[in-house]
Structures are given as C-alpha cells and as structure tokens.
C-alpha cells in the first residue's frame, strides 16, 4: 500500500513540534491531522506497544521502519519542499519523528512511574525531549529554506520496496495499521 493510499496526502507543509508532541500523547481528532502528525502518533503507539511486548520487537521494528519510510516517501513527494545540493543529513525525518516518538514515550513513562517527578532522570528525559524538538525545528525551517538536502527515499528508490513489505508482513507487520 502506498503512502498515498494510507492517507498520506495533502498539506505541503511540515507539522510543529507542538503537533507531533500532541499526537505522541494521544491527543486531538486523528481525522483532521496533518498525515506525518497521524504518523507520529502510530510511532509513539509501537515505542508503547515495545515496551510492555518485548517478545514482539522485531514485528514492532519493522512495522516502525514501515511508517518511517512512509514520512520519508510523503516528504520527498511534495514539490513546495525544494531543496539545493548539499552534503546529506545523517538521518531522514522520518527518523528524527521516530527519535521524538521514543524520546516522549520514555519521558512520559518516567514522569508517571516515579515518585519523585524532580528525579534526575525524569528531568533528563525532558530535556532530551525538547532537544530533540528544537533539532526538528531547525531542520524543518532549513528544509523550507532550501538549505537542507531530502534524505534519499529509501528502499522504494532503489527497487527493494516490494521485497521489504513482504518482510513486513512475513514478520506480522500490516503496513498502515497503526497510524
């Protein structure tokens, strides 16, 4: 199934940090987000689902890399997100999305499973949180200036798309199920 088919169409513009850490926590009509916003939110609901079945990791991993190259695709098909020819970023936004998905779920799983919220690790997992927030921040606006490079569009531009969906579902992932 397409990025197109999973409703990965639409606005042109990249979502806020403010959008995807709403979506992380579950929060807002998923019928009118941003489709990378209704991405995120499936992102965050695997890094759940990863933590309480760890038997299921490698079906929850590829399911993940599943919706990070749908970001990815829908983010290299719009034509108002031009770019100019530099050395390429070492991850995709797709990535970094996934990066603030497991930064969120852990942050928040500390601040409801500690007693005392002014604990050092529940403030370095915030913190790490909003640097990873202010990182999608600068690379969005980069991105809209032209200053960035997209990241290469994965498996789907070098023909190994179909046999990685097979993968996919040879290891239980229905791609789009959980966005």
Do not use: K
């Not at 941003?34 to 499936?42: E, F």
């Not at 991993?61 to 770019?83: G, H, K, N, Q």
């Not at 640097?131 to 809209?144: N, S």
């Amino acid at each position: 199934m397409s990025p197109h088919e999973r409703g990965m169409s639409v606005p042109a513009r990249l979502p806020d940090w403010r959008d995807l850490l709403a979506a992380f926590g579950g929060h807002g009509d998923r019928a009118e987000r941003h489709p990378v916003v209704r991405a995120a939110a499936g992102l965050a609901e695997l890094h759940r689902r990863r933590r309480a079945e760890p038997g299921r990791t490698a079906e929850i991993d590829c399911c993940r890399m599943e919706i990070i190259a749908d970001i990815d695709s829908w983010v290299s098909a719009r034509p108002t997100l031009t770019y100019r020819t530099r050395a390429l970023r070492s991850e995709s936004l797709g990535g970094i999305i996934d990066r603030m998905a497991a930064a969120h779920v852990h942050a928040d799983l500390l601040i409801h499973s500690t007693v005392d919220i002014s604990d050092e690790r529940v403030h370095a997992a915030w913190h790490r949180l909003a640097a990873l927030a202010d990182g999608w921040t600068a690379q969005v606006a980069a991105l809209a200036h032209g200053d960035l490079p997209l990241p290469p569009r994965h498996a789907a531009d070098s023909g190994v798309a179909v046999d990685r969906r097979r993968s996919a579902e040879s290891e239980g992932c229905t791609p789009g199920r959980s966005t």
